[in-house]
Every structure is written in structure tokens, then in C-alpha cells.
């Protein structure tokens, strides 16, 4: 195969040992030429690791200081877009030893036979090999990615398949340490990469001790990540709630003078067809400007319309059955029913009717 249609292997790598020259000379026997190590602001000690692998003919670049897994894999990236212009994509692997050069040669070869997936080398965790922190790590993780609407068995695998029609994308993303690999899969799912996983081995050297990730302060990244996207996602869903209530209250007070002479059911068809013009709007702004979405509109219009007779019922029974139980203010009670419905909303709009991850990949940044 032409050296620039090869699939290249990227690898961040921090004070790694001899481990990843054996990896590296095992690799470049199965067949895989097109190989570049990034050395992330490695100490002294490491140096000699990284002109052995010189030698041997992979491209190794190096970082004068620390910036993180994301910052490397980026670097890495670029050097592969710019150096094979045709290249199928790249394969993202840890210098530490957990990833089996079969099992990176699989996902090469998963790459070349479906280049239109993001392919995730998945470990099992169940495993009795399995450090309690990596297992904790990948749950904390999991679950925060779960609330973005991603679904993955392996949210920290570093065995990762990327085509190269996907690089430009990530290398755009913010974010330079562990979260990058979150930002990754938000961002692919939003862009309507599928996500494919290859079951792995599950290997951990010495207890994982060369693993530079930390359980809970890189988890919290992660959240921090999801938290960040949400809060920004909910201010312009109250903005464009204002603004379709907006145009609600303007279409009637233009409207209704004109008709008011008229009174009974034609008054009351004003109304509901002002509440339909201003849904439109918000439906509207929700898909484009609060959740991003330029996909088909047929089907999310039509969640959309279920879920607002949906709300609309819902606001009308329980403020009857809260007002009957408590005794309250008529008012208080739909106000307070309506702030809950209000909530529910945002995270049926953004799981359900437009179906997007919790975060835009230009908000990714904490």
C-alpha cells in the first residue's frame, strides 16, 4: 500500500521506558511504518528512550514542556495530515504499555475496513486485573458521558481508531489534558460520527503505576466538561423560551383589539393560532441556535409538537391536582409546576427531540 493511504500511529508519551521501543520495533514487523511518538515535555532521563526510537525510523516530536495528553494527540495530528495528504487515519495509542500491538493492528485494520466510524478499543472492567482507581476512573467518567448522551463501555480508552476526515474537526477543539479525549467523543457523536468499539485486552503493567491519569481529578475534568456545555445550553434555552414568549404575548395584543368586538371562539382561535406561531419560533431557535441542529426536521418537529401537547397537559393536570392537595395560590401553583416542566423540557428537548450530546465542541473549555 502507498506509504500516504497507511494508517498512522499516534503516541503521547511521557517518561516512557524501554517498553515502548519493544512496542514500537513490534509494530513496525507487523507491517505499520507511519509511526509518530510525541514527547510531552519528558524529563532528561526518558531523552535516550526517544533517540533510540529516532533511530529506528519513527518520527518523534517533542513538546519543551508539559501540555497534556490533548495537546500531544493534536501535535500528533497535524504532523500526520501535513506528512500523508491521503492518509485513511490514525490510530491513538498509550506509551505505557496497556495496549497489546495485536490489539493495535485490529484497530488499524478496523479502520481500514469501516473509515467512516470513530473506532474505541474497549477493555473489560469486570476483569479480576482491573485496578480499583481505573475502575472507579472509568465509571465516574462513564456516567458524566452518559448525561451528554454518549453511551460507551470504555469512556478513557486510549486505543482509539480516527479517520482522517475527522482530524480537522478534533484539532479544533479546546481542551489539552484528559478531558480532550471526552471533547473527542461529544464532539464526533454531535457531528454524526458513529461510534464503533472493539473489545480488548485488558492489560495493566505493575498495577498501572505509568498511568498518568488521575481517577477523580481527571474525572471531575470531565464532568466539568459536561456541566460547562450544560449551563451554557440552558441560558439560551431560557432565551429563546423569553423570545417565543415574546412573540406570543406581541402577535395577541396586535391581534386580539381587532377581534375583541367579535368575543367567543374566534377570540379563543387567536389565541391557540398565536401559541402555534410562537412554538414555531421556538422550535426554531432550538434547533439552530440553543441545541445546533441542521439534520432532518421532520422527525424532531414532530417530537417537538408531542412533547408541547404533552407539557400542555401535564401544566394543566398537575397545577388542578397540586392546587387541590396543598391549598396554595392558583397562581403559585402553576408557576412552580411550570419551572419544573420547564426543566424537564430542556433535557427532553436535548436527549429525545433534537438528540445531541450535552456540549458544543466550541464550548468544550473549562
Known sequence: ????????????????????????????????????????????????????????????????????????????????????????????????????????????????????????GVRNFSAPNVPLRSRWGNCLSAAALRLGGVKVQDSQTGLRAIPAALLPLLMRLPGSRYEYETTMLLAARRAGWPLEELEIETVYTDGNRGSHFHPLRDSLRVIGVLLHGISSMAVRFAASSLASAGVDLGLFALLAPRLA????????????????????????????????????????????????????????????????????????CKALVDGALFIISFFLQQRWVFRVPAVREEEANI
Open 1 to 120: 500500500m502507498d506509504k500516504q493511504q497507511a494508517v498512522a500511529i499516534v503516541i503521547p508519551a511521557l517518561n516512557p521506558g524501554p517498553l515502548l521501543l519493544d512496542q514500537l520495533r513490534q509494530l513496525q514487523q507487523g507491517g505499520l511504518t507511519a509511526i509518530v511518538v510525541v514527547d510531552d515535555g519528558s524529563a532528561e532521563a526518558a531523552q535516550p528512550v526517544f533517540t533510540r526510537a529516532h533511530g529506528m525510523g519513527v518520527t518523534v516530536l517533542h513538546h519543551a514542556v508539559n501540555l497534556g495528553k490533548g495537546a500531544a494527540l493534536k501535535t500528533g495530528f497535524a504532523h500526520c495530515l501535513r506528512s500523508w495528504p491521503k492518509l485513511i487515519g490514525c490510530v491513538t495509542a498509550d506509551a505505557d504499555g496497556q495496549h497489546t500491538v495485536r490489539d493495535i493492528l485490529r484497530m488499524a485494520a478496523a479502520l481500514r475496513g469501516c473509515p467512516g466510524a470513530l473506532w474505541l
Open 261 to 332: 368586538p367579535c368575543g367567543g371562539w374566534r377570540m379563543a382561535a387567536v389565541a391557540l393560532g398565536v401559541r402555534v406561531a410562537s412554538a414555531g419560533v421556538n422550535f426554531v431557535l432550538n434547533r439552530t441556535l440553543v441545541f445546533g441542529v441542521h439534520r432532518a426536521v421532520a422527525r424532531p418537529a414532530v417530537r417537538y409538537a408531542l412533547l408541547c401537547a404533552g407539557q400542555a397537559a401535564a401544566s394543566a393536570g398537575l397545577t388542578s391536582i397540586l392546587y387541590a392537595v396543598v391549598q396554595w395560590p392558583a397562581v403559585g
